[in-house]
């Protein structure tokens, strides 16, 4: 009885995750950059009261003006337009928080043998993708929720996930928040306000807007989706604009290094030095709907 041997044969095809782009910058600004420096300072500086102009309106018994301004402080000059002082200011400084690096080897064999499915290339922006993109990104919507001026303990459901947005922009209207701005929700979320008989949703959006998760505007607001594990635990959405958070990445370096010492193969190398924060003054353009938040 004759024995065939069949021939087992892998796909140079590779089984890919499924995987998300950056989001982030829909709702990020890179004001500030740190070049040179771990840490910068950011000055608030504060305003002057408004006074009653001190114009004489009655004369003294000699005849002379008298003007209608009293100041009991001492060491203040005073004018007719009121007491002079200097304009306060507070420092916010914000330094580098996250220094992160990955490194793999891919032998050349195996490379080779695997019909070239290891390939340092690819590994490379698979790695990025999969596992970069999606720290930075955590990150910096953890750094946004914590951030927030204000925070709204509410469970969503289909009757009120339209007014908890309505809500948020009304918060932001009374804070002089510009327009332009994004609700950031988890896919919970945005079901449930698909179901919202009040919402209407419009889903014409441009495939640049696409790539960076929108898929709806309601009311001028743009609708970002993103998994629920991106944010923090218990949000329903945050509502921004992006003049409220800052990220900035000062080094993001990748190599794939050939036949180095001791490997015969690609060494693949990867650092990213990054951080985020929320600036004082722009905390109320953050606005978070949660239920039981965990941060």
Do not use: W
Request: proline share 3%; net charge negative; hydrophobic share 35%.
């Amino acid at each position: 009885m004759s024995v065939i041997n069949l021939v087992t044969k892998f796909s140079p095809l590779v089984d890919e995750k499924f995987y998300n782009e950056s989001k982030t910058s829909l709702v990020t600004n890179r004001d500030y950059d740190f070049i040179g420096t771990r840490s910068i300072k950011i000055y608030t500086v504060e305003t002057a009261p408004m006074n009653d102009y001190g114009r004489p309106v009655t004369l003294d018994e000699n005849g002379n003006p008298i003007v209608s301004r009293e100041d009991t402080a001492s060491n203040v000059m005073v004018s007719r337009y009121g007491a002079i002082n200097d304009l306060s200011t507070s420092v916010q400084e914000v330094s580098m928080e996250k220094d992160r690096s990955f490194t793999f080897a891919i032998d050349k064999m195996d490379e080779d043998e695997t019909l070239g499915a290891l390939n340092a290339g690819s590994a490379l922006a698979r790695q990025l993708r999969e596992v970069v993109i999606p720290e930075v990104d955590k990150y910096t919507y953890g750094k946004m929720v914590a951030g927030a001026g204000k925070v709204e303990n509410e469970t969503i459901t289909s009757n009120n996930a339209y007014a908890s947005i309505l809500a948020g922009n009304e918060y932001m209207d009374e804070k002089y928040v510009p327009a332009d701005r994004t609700v950031t929700c988890t896919p919970k979320f945005y079901n449930l306000l698909k179901q919202d008989k009040q919402a209407v949703l419009e889903t014409e959006i441009g495939q640049n807007m696409r790539i960076r998760g929108v898929i709806a505007e309601m009311d001028g607001v743009a609708i970002q989706k993103v998994p629920s594990n991106f944010l923090p635990e218990g949000t329903n959405f945050i509502l921004s604009h992006k003049v409220a958070t800052t990220q900035a990445i000062k080094l993001a370096e990748y190599k794939v290094n050939t036949d180095p010492q001791g490997i015969s193969g690609s060494l693949v190398e990867g650092r990213i030095y990054y951080t985020a924060f929320v600036r004082n003054n722009k905390k109320d353009a953050l606005y978070v709907s949660a239920d039981g938040l965990s941060l």
